[in-house]
């Protein structure tokens, strides 16, 4: 397959894409993009960016709105995606989108992902979102004019700039269709380690000519842009070969050996599901191994810090991979034991200053670790410093930035600051945070940088003038990029080598001298056509959605089953994730999914190296027939929530559809009254641990089967956003409820679910309709009495879902005299009510679609009663609700309604990250509530901040048998 320019109209002359700054290698590289797809092969800081932008103000006149098409520039790191499309705003005047996975874009659909394309004509996004977007069809290859690929050598395998052209572009090249322009940037052909051949070079760049279908652009030599671009001189540094000594390591290996097995065995005493306890055992050997390697690497007092460290991060509910909670303690009090069998070998009178030839003689540092510092050093007479120092271990950024902020400052006053992917979930840094310690490191706040290969790529800072690798380069890609980060003249690329590591010193000379051996390659190839692509990019099975075209692939399905059940219900005890059991000696595959998917279990047979992959594919193909999984492809709960929630606004919480396991559904024991079902009582009571203003209530768990005797009289946490709730569980008793007090608990558990979580009870006479008869919501979660003799069920409370403002109201005419609020009649938006019948109420105010639980009447406040404001003036509520809300209060007489609003439910089986105060009642004018219910003001903060999640204790304690894959 040929590269030749695209079968489409060509643009518009009378705009000059071209930049009269532009360089005259630059202005070539346009004419060439212009003409074919094309691959920009040139030096790091040359303006392969600048040909890019030049080549989107070419395609400008297609992109302008109302157009349907648009340009997409892809860039591999979030820390990319501003700074790409800063660059394209800065030279033109296209409307330009930002898109990475913080934001969400995972719950997009398709009227969101149109509402972008309508606003915008350049869309500058990381590549997994875009193969995401084309997979789910939520827009077209088709309307795509200029595709552009920074740092484009990452084109292999299965990454997604791969996956877009293989699944997508070629087999659209084949049917003869419209296709984008593709511009690909890079300072490297090549991303792998070092060829032996200048044959073996030109195989590898042949075969990224052939995913990109385009043909690779160079310059003659490198002298042909080295008059414009400063390239840093490498200096190869050594350092002595001295270990850390071996009796030291001997003790700390047999230490740390012993604490694993510990652990192993505490994890088989634990109620732990199959897969749980896996992934723990997993994560317990690779701290070990993390921290064994800190030990050899770095030294003995970085290990300290490394164990510490671990054993302290906080578990962050976002991240997807985190393990089960208590899989998760044994991890981090392994860490933590790991760090004071480290402490014991050091001494307490030992310090970081001194000599560091001793600190390297006792193993507390290493000599490669002592050499960074003096390496540093040896640069403290530079003006304005700007370092980089390169490691490869997310864990070694983190310890190393500790350890030169505390020895630096004796010396220099410079500021360290490190930057490392997220994927370790060790203190994970917000793109926000990555941001500004880059901006800072450009303005001179920060002068050095301790930085995974996460910086390797694309960051742009022209007063760069040191580059450190630490640690060696894996392949010719990141030794040129990383190169590339010293922009400044007369800067140094520092590589610091072991005494005596030839084979190291070798694959460096490669290095060196890779670049120029690409150059040659490609221009003696360039007159070459693309070979069409290999037959096995075709072979790979897909399922297609005819009504929207969204297609999964064998390759992609894994991730989609992973996403599915990521959506399924879960809570910090359990997090659903499919299970494979594969049986070698027949090739068979079986795949069990969480037991609240209707899907229970997927089984093929086949080549045992695909087997996952066919039996997620077949997964998700049946998924989509039974309607889990959309016509695009996605997760039927994904879907749900853009409904409830509005475009757009997907984050992270811990709501989740109505789910209860069958496990915990017994049948009904025979009970004296006909008609009647047995319920087994368990009284939750709850101590707060933190001084409150609001009183507690305790709850009664009322539920169909008996809990296990180990359950009973257990205690627990919930945590509030104010503190810690100590529960604890106990047996009340049995009792008979008729059909009738179980719709009325059903009614009940429902009408206060809505309150907390959706805040509207607009539809909450369809959902009681339709639960009135669901048979599986056997389990309630009622408030208990303030009895002190005997705790009971607060059916005063329970009964007031059936409250009727029209049956209330023609009680108090008949029986005036039972009222306790002297008379008095008050105007609301339901009609006239006495203020009796405001005591102890939902109330709810249009205006601001809010709930609140009523305190009392204000007898001394009215609407022309004064407000003070936040700056210090007053404003009468009269006033203030005219001007705020619109409102004109008609009745400024009547007294005020002291209430306090209906707070956000959080989930007290998790962590909260923020405690936050308690805010402080409102005054509410009375004509403008609807009343909603009496009574639910019974219901006290504890049961308001628990009765989502309380179901969950029993679940969990029992989730051994909830999550084991079925026989």
Same mark, same amino acid.
């Given at each position: 397959?040929?590269?030749?320019?695209?079968?489409?109209?060509?643009?518009?002359?009378?705009?000059?894409?071209?930049?009269?700054?532009?360089?005259?290698?630059?202005?070539?590289?346009?004419?060439?993009?212009?003409?074919?797809?094309?691959?920009?092969?040139?030096?790091?800081?040359?303006?392969?960016?600048?040909?890019?932008?030049?080549?989107?103000?070419?395609?400008?006149?297609?992109?302008?709105?109302?157009?349907?098409?648009?340009?997409?520039?892809?860039?591999?790191?979030?820390?990319?995606?501003?700074?790409?499309?800063?660059?394209?705003?800065?030279?033109?005047?296209?409307?330009?989108?930002?898109?990475?996975?913080?934001?969400?874009?995972?719950?997009?659909?398709?009227?969101?992902?149109?509402?972008?394309?309508?606003?915008?004509?350049?869309?500058?996004?990381?590549?997994?979102?875009?193969?995401?977007?084309?997979?789910?069809?939520?827009?077209?290859?088709?309307?795509?004019?200029?595709?552009?690929?920074?740092?484009?050598?990452?084109?292999?395998?299965?990454?997604?700039?791969?996956?877009?052209?293989?699944?997508?572009?070629?087999?659209?090249?084949?049917?003869?269709?419209?296709?984008?322009?593709?511009?690909?940037?890079?300072?490297?052909?090549?991303?792998?380690?070092?060829?032996?051949?200048?044959?073996?070079?030109?195989?590898?760049?042949?075969?990224?000519?052939?995913?990109?279908?385009?043909?690779?652009?160079?310059?003659?030599?490198?002298?042909?842009?080295?008059?414009?671009?400063?390239?840093?001189?490498?200096?190869?540094?050594?350092?002595?070969?001295?270990?850390?000594?071996?009796?030291?390591?001997?003790?700390?290996?047999?230490?740390?050996?012993?604490?694993?097995?510990?652990?192993?065995?505490?994890?088989?005493?634990?109620?732990?599901?199959?897969?749980?306890?896996?992934?723990?055992?997993?994560?317990?050997?690779?701290?070990?191994?993390?921290?064994?390697?800190?030990?050899?690497?770095?030294?003995?007092?970085?290990?300290?810090?490394?164990?510490?460290?671990?054993?302290?991060?906080?578990?962050?509910?976002?991240?997807?991979?985190?393990?089960?909670?208590?899989?998760?303690?044994?991890?981090?009090?392994?860490?933590?034991?790991?760090?004071?069998?480290?402490?014991?070998?050091?001494?307490?009178?030992?310090?970081?200053?001194?000599?560091?030839?001793?600190?390297?003689?006792?193993?507390?540092?290493?000599?490669?670790?002592?050499?960074?510092?003096?390496?540093?050093?040896?640069?403290?007479?530079? +003006?304005?410093?700007?370092?980089?120092?390169?490691?490869?271990?997310?864990?070694?950024?983190?310890?190393?930035?500790?350890?030169?902020?505390?020895?630096?400052?004796?010396?220099?006053?410079?500021?360290?600051?490190?930057?490392?992917?997220?994927?370790?979930?060790?203190?994970?840094?917000?793109?926000?945070?990555?941001?500004?310690?880059?901006?800072?490191?450009?303005?001179?706040?920060?002068?050095?940088?301790?930085?995974?290969?996460?910086?390797?790529?694309?960051?742009?800072?022209?007063?760069?003038?040191?580059?450190?690798?630490?640690?060696?380069?894996?392949?010719?890609?990141?030794?040129?990029?990383?190169?590339?980060?010293?922009?400044?003249?007369?800067?140094?690329?520092?590589?610091?080598?072991?005494?005596?590591?030839?084979?190291?010193?070798?694959?460096?000379?490669?290095?060196?001298?890779?670049?120029?051996?690409?150059?040659?390659?490609?221009?003696?190839?360039?007159?070459?056509?693309?070979?069409?692509?290999?037959?096995?990019?075709?072979?790979?099975?897909?399922?297609?959605?005819?009504?929207?075209?969204?297609?999964?692939?064998?390759?992609?399905?894994?991730?989609?089953?992973?996403?599915?059940?990521?959506?399924?219900?879960?809570?910090?005890?359990?997090?659903?994730?499919?299970?494979?059991?594969?049986?070698?000696?027949?090739?068979?595959?079986?795949?069990?999914?969480?037991?609240?998917?209707?899907?229970?279990?997927?089984?093929?047979?086949?080549?045992?190296?695909?087997?996952?992959?066919?039996?997620?594919?077949?997964?998700?193909?049946?998924?989509?027939?039974?309607?889990?999984?959309?016509?695009?492809?996605?997760?039927?709960?994904?879907?749900?929530?853009?409904?409830?929630?509005?475009?757009?606004?997907?984050?992270?919480?811990?709501?989740?559809?109505?789910?209860?396991?069958?496990?915990?559904?017994?049948?009904?024991?025979?009970?004296?009254?006909?008609?009647?079902?047995?319920?087994?009582?368990?009284?939750?009571?709850?101590?707060?641990?933190?001084?409150?203003?609001?009183?507690?209530?305790?709850?009664?768990?009322?539920?169909?089967?008996?809990?296990?005797?180990?359950?009973?009289?257990?205690?627990?946490?919930?945590?509030?956003?104010?503190?810690?709730?100590?529960?604890?569980?106990?047996?009340?008793?049995?009792?008979?409820?008729?059909?009738?007090?179980?719709?009325?608990?059903?009614?009940?558990?429902?009408?206060?679910?809505?309150?907390?979580?959706?805040?509207?009870?607009?539809?909450?006479?369809?959902?009681?309709?339709?639960?009135?008869?669901?048979?599986?919501?056997?389990?309630?979660?009622?408030?208990?009495?303030?009895?002190?003799?005997?705790?009971?069920?607060?059916?005063?409370?329970?009964?007031?879902?059936?409250?009727?403002?029209?049956?209330?109201?023609?009680?108090?005419?008949?029986?005036?005299?039972?009222?306790?609020?002297?008379?008095?009649?008050?105007?609301?938006?339901?009609?006239?009510?006495? +203020?009796?019948?405001?005591?102890?109420?939902?109330?709810?105010?249009?205006?601001?679609?809010?709930?609140?639980?009523?305190?009392?009447?204000?007898? +001394?406040?009215?609407?022309?009663?004064?407000?003070?404001?936040?700056?210090?003036?007053?404003?009468?509520?009269?006033?203030?609700?005219?001007?705020?809300?619109?409102?004109?209060?008609?009745?400024?007489?009547?007294?005020?309604?002291?209430?306090?609003?209906?707070?956000?439910?959080?989930?007290?089986?998790?962590?909260?990250?923020?405690?936050?105060?308690?805010?402080?009642?409102?005054?509410?004018?009375?004509?403008?509530?609807?009343?909603?219910?009496?009574?639910?003001?019974?219901?006290?903060?504890?049961?308001?901040?628990?009765?989502?999640?309380?179901?969950?204790?029993?679940?969990?304690?029992?989730?051994?048998?909830?999550?084991?894959?079925?026989?």
């Amino acid at each position: 397959m040929e590269a030749v320019p695209m079968d489409i109209d060509a643009p518009p002359d009378h705009d000059d894409p071209s930049l009269p700054f532009a360089r005259s290698y630059q202005l070539e590289a346009l004419q060439v993009a212009i003409r074919q797809n094309t691959i920009s092969f040139l030096e790091t800081g040359s303006g392969k960016t600048l040909v890019a932008i030049m080549l989107l103000r070419h395609y400008a006149p297609f992109l302008r709105k109302p157009s349907p098409f648009i340009a997409v520039f892809l860039v591999p790191q979030v820390v990319l995606v501003r700074q790409q499309a800063e660059a394209v705003k800065a030279h033109g005047d296209l409307k330009v989108g930002t898109y990475w996975g913080e934001m969400g874009v995972d719950f997009w659909d398709a009227a969101i992902w149109k509402q972008e394309i309508d606003k915008h004509e350049v869309l500058v996004m990381t590549p997994q979102i875009l193969l995401n977007c084309l997979r789910h069809s939520f827009f077209k290859l088709e309307f795509i004019k200029v595709l552009i690929f920074d740092e484009c050598h990452h084109t292999g395998g299965k990454h997604p700039y791969a996956c877009i052209m293989t699944e997508f572009y070629h087999k659209l090249a084949c049917k003869a269709c419209d296709l984008p322009r593709i511009f690909g940037m890079t300072a490297s052909l090549i991303k792998s380690k070092c060829g032996t051949s200048e044959s073996e070079y030109w195989e590898k760049i042949k075969k990224l000519e052939t995913i990109m279908h385009s043909k690779v652009y160079t310059c003659v030599s490198e002298s042909a842009i080295s008059k414009y671009v400063p390239i840093s001189t490498p200096k190869l540094r050594f350092y002595e070969a001295l270990d850390v000594p071996g009796d030291l390591v001997a003790r700390l290996r047999f230490g740390l050996n012993n604490l694993k097995t510990k652990h192993e065995n505490l994890l088989t005493k634990m109620d732990l599901t199959t897969t749980s306890l896996e992934s723990t055992r997993k994560k317990l050997t690779r701290t070990c191994e993390a921290l064994l390697y800190c030990l050899d690497d770095l030294g003995l007092m970085l290990a300290s810090k490394a164990a510490k460290l671990l054993s302290s991060c906080d578990s962050d509910g976002m991240l997807s991979d985190k393990l089960d909670v208590f899989g998760e303690r044994v991890v981090k009090k392994f860490s933590a034991d790991a760090s004071m069998v480290f402490k014991s070998c050091i001494s307490t009178e030992w310090t970081l200053g001194g000599d560091a030839r001793a600190h390297v003689k006792s193993g507390f540092l290493t000599s490669k670790v002592a050499y960074l510092i003096q390496c540093l050093l040896d640069y403290r007479n530079f +003006k304005d410093i700007r370092c980089i120092v390169f490691v490869e271990r997310v864990i070694t950024a983190i310890v190393l930035q500790s350890l030169l902020s505390e020895i630096l400052p004796e010396h220099v006053s410079w500021k360290t600051m490190y930057i490392a992917g997220n994927n370790s979930g060790l203190q994970t840094q917000t793109r926000k945070t990555q941001n500004e310690i880059v901006e800072e490191f450009r303005k001179g706040m920060v002068n050095i940088i301790v930085a995974t290969s996460i910086l390797e790529e694309g960051l742009d800072v022209q007063s760069c003038n040191l580059v450190i690798r630490f640690d060696p380069s894996a392949t010719v890609s990141s030794f040129i990029q990383s190169r590339g980060r010293a922009r400044m003249e007369n800067s140094d690329y520092v590589l610091m080598l072991r005494s005596g590591d030839i084979s190291g010193q070798c694959r460096l000379e490669k290095y060196l001298s890779s670049g120029e051996i690409m150059r040659s390659e490609s221009l003696r190839h360039a007159s070459n056509p693309c070979p069409p692509l290999g037959s096995e990019f075709y072979d790979e099975e897909i399922y297609r959605v005819e009504s929207t075209g969204a297609v999964v692939t064998s390759t992609s399905s894994i991730c989609l089953i992973h996403f599915y059940c990521s959506r399924l219900p879960s809570d910090g005890y359990f997090k659903p994730a499919p299970h494979f059991v594969i049986d070698k000696e027949t090739s068979r595959c079986t795949l069990y999914l969480p037991k609240s998917c209707p899907l229970p279990l997927v089984s093929v047979e086949g080549d045992i190296k695909s087997l996952k992959q066919k039996a997620c594919l077949q997964a998700c193909m049946m998924l989509h027939k039974i309607g889990s999984l959309t016509d695009y492809l996605v997760p039927d709960t994904v879907a749900e929530k853009l409904d409830d929630r509005g475009l757009g606004e997907e984050c992270y919480d811990d709501e989740f559809p109505v789910y209860f396991p069958p496990e915990a559904v017994r049948s009904h024991e025979s009970c004296s009254q006909p008609g009647s079902k047995k319920y087994y009582c368990y009284l939750i009571k709850l101590c707060p641990q933190y001084e409150s203003r609001t009183a507690v209530q305790d709850i009664v768990l009322v539920m169909c089967s008996e809990l296990e005797t180990e359950i009973v009289n257990s205690n627990f946490n919930l945590e509030d956003v104010r503190g810690s709730l100590k529960a604890t569980l106990s047996y009340m008793g049995f009792l008979d409820l008729t059909p009738m007090l179980v719709n009325l608990c059903r009614m009940f558990q429902i009408t206060v679910c809505n309150v907390l979580i959706h805040h509207s009870l607009d539809k909450l006479k369809g959902k009681i309709q339709a639960l009135k008869h669901c048979d599986h919501l056997d389990y309630f979660v009622l408030p208990a009495t303030a009895s002190a003799q005997k705790a009971s069920i607060d059916w005063t409370c329970v009964r007031s879902v059936l409250f009727s403002y029209k049956q209330a109201w023609e009680d108090h005419k008949k029986y005036p005299l039972q009222c306790n609020g002297a008379g008095v009649i008050v105007t609301t938006k339901d009609g006239p009510a006495c +203020k009796c019948m405001l005591q102890n109420s939902l109330v709810y105010t249009p205006h601001n679609r809010k709930l609140y639980s009523t305190l009392g009447i204000s007898d +001394k406040l009215s609407g022309n009663s004064f407000l003070s404001m936040h700056d210090g003036a007053s404003v009468t509520y009269k006033d203030y609700y005219k001007f705020r809300h619109g409102i004109k209060l008609d009745s400024s007489h009547q007294p005020l309604l002291h209430a306090r609003q209906i707070f956000p439910v959080h989930n007290c089986l998790l962590r909260c990250k923020q405690q936050r105060k308690e805010k402080g009642p409102a005054s509410l004018t009375i004509s403008h509530c609807l009343r909603q219910y009496n009574a639910l003001r019974g219901i006290r903060r504890s049961y308001l901040i628990s009765i989502p999640h309380i179901p969950v204790l029993s679940v969990c304690r029992i989730r051994k048998c909830l999550c084991r894959p079925a026989p």
